[in-house]
């Protein structure tokens, strides 16, 4: 085996560049947009000097820093991760925890100021709930409901100010595309926070409704007013929420009474008929007259049978 020497001048003198410098290219002694072949080729021509079996006598030391270097010029994506004095930390593929609120979870949901942190705390208290953070020391239900309600009242605040249905229904919308956003991880909590958000609409909708239909004492109005109660009206799913029927049935029963009125006072069989046409439009439900309906109806027929013979009689 050959006896290992002291590496010689001779060798310092070729190698003179390789210090413990964190600069790659440099202890290769190229420049840092050379070119993955020069890169090589720089390896093996200071290799062939500074290797253990050479005539020097090499330079352990040294080789370990230059094939440090080389291992990372090499690989195309190392080479492209590092930056000379330094190698870039690896790129986090998820950001950073948020740091838990450590307060307790009362003083947690009085302290929040706005929409955005009650949604914010009621998606952090469900997370807590299956991450188990709290060992089981809080009753979940229990807050959820403190939580919701406030989160209920807030809602309802929003809605307050508005006059206009329309108005609400747009507001609720977009209450609805915030919840999907701050509450994404789960359905069934978006779903409990949007039926919060539309029964706190359709409570507004339905003082504003009650009223218009209160002051309205045609039928025609009557019927524009129920079908903005059908449109708007509504609970998540599309179908009309309890408030809606409610109000359908107040519009209804007031059309009732416009219609018996009509009839009591026609003079002419010309506004009994007018008056008889518009009876489906008010009382039929997917293609049949209802019982009022169809009570007016023979309250009608009545009523133009005497029309008609106190016309004959004169």
Not at 61 to 72: D, G, P, Q
Not at 226 to 232: G, M, P, V
Not at 265 to 293: C, H, P, V
Request: proline fraction near 3%.
């Amino acid at each position: 085996m050959k006896e290992r020497v002291e590496p010689s001048s001779k060798q310092n003198r070729l190698t003179p560049h390789i210090e413990a410098t964190a600069d790659f290219y440099a202890r290769l002694g190229v420049a840092s947009d050379a070119s993955q072949t020069e890169i090589a080729v720089a390896f093996r021509t200071i290799s062939k000097n500074l290797h253990p079996d050479s005539e020097s006598g090499g330079d352990a030391e040294k080789m370990k820093l230059v094939s440090e270097a080389y291992a990372t010029l090499k690989d195309p994506e190392k080479r492209a991760q590092y930056i000379p004095g330094q190698l870039r930390e690896p790129e986090r593929r998820w950001p950073p925890r948020e740091e838990k609120d450590s307060r307790p979870w009362n003083e947690r949901i009085q302290s929040a100021q706005n929409i955005e942190e009650l949604l914010k705390l009621r998606k952090d208290l469900n997370d807590e709930k299956y991450g188990k953070h709290d060992k089981g020391e809080f009753n979940e239900k229990q807050l959820a409901d403190v939580l919701e309600s406030k989160i209920k009242s807030v809602f309802a605040k929003g809605f307050s100010n508005i006059k206009a249905v329309e108005e609400i229904d747009s507001l609720r919308n977009q209450y609805k595309e915030l919840i999907h956003q701050v509450i994404h991880s789960d359905y069934r909590i978006v779903s409990s926070v949007v039926d919060i958000v539309y029964h706190a609409a359709n409570e507004h909708m339905a003082g504003i409704f009650s009223k218009q239909i209160e002051e309205e004492n045609t039928v025609d109005g009557l019927e524009k007013i129920k079908a903005k109660i059908w449109q708007l009206c509504v609970t998540p799913g599309g179908s009309l929420s309890y408030q809606g029927r409610e109000l359908q049935k107040t519009a209804t029963d007031k059309e009732y009474g416009i219609f018996r009125h009509t009839f009591d006072t026609a003079q002419t069989l010309k506004e009994m008929n007018e008056a008889r046409g518009k009876i489906w439009r008010a009382f039929s439900t997917a293609g049949y007259l209802s019982d009022q309906g169809q009570e007016l109806n023979r309250y009608a027929r009545s009523k133009q049978e005497e029309l008609e013979g106190a016309n004959k009689a004169s």
